[in-house]
């Protein structure tokens, strides 16, 4: 059973500073994405990444996939109140997982004025 | 339809009962998944159909949880007997693409919050 942990949990900081979340396995995936939840929301996608190494910015969002393709991060540059919700990483093991995700527990993030 | 429609929004239950949960994923996207959203169990894969049939149903809980699709649309899931550890958020998903995720792109229902009493 592929597993992913992200860390942190929890996340309170004040608008402005910088932030970043982690996503660790012990095994690799073909790709991982990442998404926010808002409340009485499903998920929504964000990114997706697929090769070791790659990096992908979103506005002040910037993604790395790590090179062994087992770890991830999702750093916020300057964050702002709207930034505000739950942030999820996916992975997806590839071959015949038929795209089913494992999920991390998630990040609540609250970014405060 | 627009997105993927999820109903009931809130289905409040006695243990004991038996559940419907209806998902109507985005027109023409063939592949359906259904994933359990519980308070420190973050989100889990419970099934995918592509079409009608369920190549993989390794995330079902118990035999107490089915669930079918019907004319490569709407999907339904069932829990029978349900009991207090049932209770959770349960998403649907839909992607026009299976397999490799990154043209897999799945977009998610508002989901279905189940309490069992």
């Known amino acids: 059973t592929q597993l992913l942990e992200q860390s942190p949990q929890f996340l309170s900081i004040q608008e402005g500073e910088n932030l970043t979340v982690y996503c660790n396995s012990s095994?690799?995936?073909?790709?991982l994405q990442w998404y926010r939840q808002e409340p009485g929301e499903g998920p929504v996608l964000l990114v997706t990444?697929?090769?070791?190494?790659e990096v992908k910015k979103l506005k002040r969002l910037t993604f790395q996939f790590g090179d062994a393709r087992k770890d991830s991060s999702l750093h916020i540059t300057a964050a702002q109140t709207g930034d505000t919700g739950l942030y999820l990483c996916?992975?997806?093991?590839?071959?015949?997982?038929?795209?089913?995700?494992?999920f991390g527990q998630g990040t609540i993030l609250t970014v405060h004025p | 339809g627009a997105g993927v429609s999820q109903s009931p929004s809130n289905k409040v239950t006695e243990k004991g009962k038996d559940v419907e949960l209806r998902c109507d994923p985005i027109?023409?996207?063939?592949?359906l998944y259904w994933y359990r959203q519980s308070l420190g169990q973050g989100l889990e894969f419970l099934i995918y159909?592509?079409?009608?049939?369920?190549?993989?149903k390794s995330g079902l809980p118990s035999d107490r949880f089915s669930a079918e699709r019907t004319g490569g649309s709407v999907s339904t899931l069932t829990i029978q007997r349900t009991q207090q550890e049932d209770s959770a958020v349960y998403l649907c998903?839909?992607?026009?693409?299976?397999?490799?995720?990154?043209?897999?792109?799945?977009?998610f229902g508002a989901g279905t919050r189940l309490s069992v009493l």
């Open positions: 990444v697929v090769t070791g190494g």
């Open positions: 998903a839909s992607s026009s693409v299976a397999g490799r995720l990154a043209k897999n792109i799945q977009y």
């Open positions: 027109s023409g996207h063939t592949a």
């Open positions: 996916a992975g997806n093991a590839g071959g015949t997982s038929y795209g089913k995700l494992t």
């Open positions: 159909f592509q079409g009608n049939s369920a190549p993989d």
């Open positions: 095994s690799v995936f073909s790709s």
